[in-house]
């Protein structure tokens, strides 16, 4: 007499992913969006004619410099390469300083912006991600429509990224959800600091206003466009010398504006590494900040890439790119 072998336990049921959205963005959120992102814009048209001769001075020209570095390696080196790829450690107050710095590009408070970047490249150049060039087909008219979207018309749009799915471990930190509650502040500050330097640095208020208008408001409407040029431009054309899932390219001449991150086939390719420009000449200002910020004790654990990984990720000679 045989005797049945013992039944093995069930295996616990999988739990069900999260949903990729969380809902749609409010009206009031919408519409604060919206203006945002077409009040710099306008600005910058209007303030145009002010430039022939007599509109722009070296005032204006250096607060704008040192704003749009400020504010832009806020999410160069913050919001991307440590918030969102996790390419090295921070301690506390780098990290506070990260997070506000990357507000003042008025591109999103950081929790938001995280869980969008994350959405992007689980799903890159895909039904799921928010902003490809290649969702709408191939024909000239559909990659028009995508280019239009992947720079700036996503944003236009109600879908909301799940934060729970995508950004749980920053929306447990106290202090990010702070900073992120109070991005309206930071890019107020944004604003009206250039125009109170304009006015303290010329003693006039005609210093001020050009001061408010092109350090704050055209400086944030040129940013903007940087930022969605790497969504964009660096999804549809460049060289791609790395295998990636998708269709991202390095595309040099936005290289110095963008503060390295159009090297976007190498970050696609090997998204936590803290340097995207990896080749001779190829220049990363935002990974040159973390190495100081590395040698000054503030960084550590940065995810340096290296020759061997490099090698393994290099697309092979005669291969399609």
């Known amino acids: 007499m045989t005797t049945a072998a013992p039944a093995r336990p069930a295996e616990p049921a999988r739990p069900e992913p999260k949903p990729i959205l969380s809902g749609q963005v409010g009206r009031t959120e919408l519409l604060t969006i919206r ?62 300083a990260l997070a506000i710095a990357g507000g003042l590009a008025a591109q999103g408070s950081v929790i938001g912006w995280v869980a969008d970047h994350r959405r ?51 929306a447990a930190d106290r202090d990010l959800l702070l900073v992120d509650r109070l991005f309206p502040l930071w890019v107020s500050l944004s604003v009206l600091l250039p125009a109170v330097l304009g006015g303290v640095l010329t003693l006039s208020w005609w210093g001020a206003l050009t001061g408010f208008l092109w350090a704050g408001l055209a400086r944030i409407a040129f940013q903007h466009h940087i930022t969605w040029s790497v969504n964009s431009i660096c999804h549809m054309i460049g060289d791609r010398p790395f295998a990636s899932r998708d269709k991202s390219a390095n595309f040099w001449p936005l290289a110095i504006l963008s503060m390295g991150e159009s090297w976007h086939n190498s970050h696609h390719a090997d998204p936590t590494s803290a340097r995207h420009g990896v080749g001779r000449g190829q220049i990363d200002i935002s990974a040159r900040l973390i190495w100081v910020f590395e040698k000054l004790g503030w960084a550590w654990k940065v995810r340096w890439p290296t020759p061997q990984r490099l090698a393994r990720l290099a697309v092979p000679a005669g291969a399609p790119r």
Not at 49 to 59: A, C, S, Y
Not at 73 to 80: A, K, M
Not at 145 to 162: C, I, P, S
């Open 35 to 96: 203006a945002f992102l077409i009040i710099p814009l306008l600005a910058l048209v209007a303030a145009v004619p002010l430039v022939w001769g007599w509109g722009i001075g070296w005032v204006d020209i250096i607060v704008a410099a040192v704003f749009y570095t400020l504010s832009t390696l806020g999410v160069t080196v913050g919001y991307h390469r440590y918030f969102t790829h996790g390419s090295f450690k921070a301690n506390r107050a780098l990290r506070i």
């Open 120 to 170: 992007h490249h689980a799903f890159s150049d895909r039904e799921g991600d928010p902003h490809s060039p290649w969702l709408f087909g191939t024909s000239p008219i559909a990659l028009a429509k995508g280019f239009w979207h992947a720079h700036m018309g996503w944003l236009f749009g109600r879908d909301k990224t799940n934060i729970d799915r995508f950004a749980p471990d920053l």
